[in-house]
């Protein structure tokens, strides 16, 4: 398969701001569209996990991916975002950029405050609970927390965070399969790491779906799940 067929990348070197459906069709009438924003700093692996997402949903589901980047003056310690959307029509993907997501993947204090005040109130919220301290703006949200910055410590690594944080998404959110998000993991990183990052996935992986079994996907009043 052709990756560029299916995966359309579009750099943007700045700081996004956080912004709603104003002008535009909600999602939730498009469910041929699906929109999803990843946040965090750099260093944190932020930009490669929305790689990592698009790739699996084009490469190994057999869907369509554009995916975006943005981030601020530093690379490393700097706000950065990436931005995926994922559709089984190439048409939807005419316009590439986020309208209104409806999965909100978050790894630091500074992206919580500036995406989640405007996030839609039934979308899916999912964040770093080592790193983020939710407040008054994640009331009746759907939230769902992962210690993923302590469980990659604990594998060795602190590094890994985002792949644990991915194999969380795996297994609460059907955005792509737990396989494809996988394989799109241990193809993105390092030569000699895969081993790695493979119990870091799978770390997050049976967390998430320990949380989902125990129905743990629900309505907060502004406390972690």
């Known amino acids: 398969m052709d990756e560029g067929a299916r995966v359309h990348t ?3 070197v700045h700081a996004v701001t956080c912004v709603g459906a104003v002008g535009a069709s909600r999602q939730e009438e498009d469910v041929n569209r699906l929109e ?3 946040s965090g700093f750099g260093g944190q692996g932020i930009i490669r996990s929305g790689e990592i997402v698009g790739r699996a949903a084009a490469l190994y589901d057999g869907r369509y991916a554009t995916f975006t980047q943005s981030y601020g003056p530093e690379s490393r310690g700097g706000a950065c975002a990436a931005q995926v959307i994922i559709a089984d029509d190439p048409v ?3 316009y590439p950029h986020l309208i209104d997501p409806s999965i909100l993947i978050i790894m630091s204090q500074g992206a919580y ?3 989640v005040p405007c996030f839609r109130q039934d979308g899916l919220l999912a964040v770093d609970e080592d790193l983020v301290e939710l407040d008054e703006a994640a009331e009746s949200l759907r939230v769902m ?7 990659a ?4 690594r602190r590094i890994v965070a985002n792949v644990v944080m991915l194999g969380f998404v795996a297994a609460i959110t059907d955005i792509v399969s737990p396989e494809a998000m996988k394989k799109a993991v241990l193809e993105s ?3 000699g790491t895969e081993e790695l990052n493979t119990r870091a ?3 997050g992986f049976e967390y998430g779906q320990e949380r989902r079994q125990v129905g743990e996907v629900e309505r907060t009043s502004g406390t972690r799940t």
């Open 36 to 38: 999803i924003r990843l």
């Open 201 to 203: 996935f799978e770390a």
């Open 92 to 94: 939807e993907l005419s």
């Open 145 to 151: 927390g992962i210690p993923a910055s302590r469980m």
């Open 189 to 191: 990183v390092p030569k």
């Open 153 to 156: 410590e604990d594998l060795g």
């Open 113 to 115: 405050n500036k995406y």
């Open 10 to 12: 579009v750099t943007r």
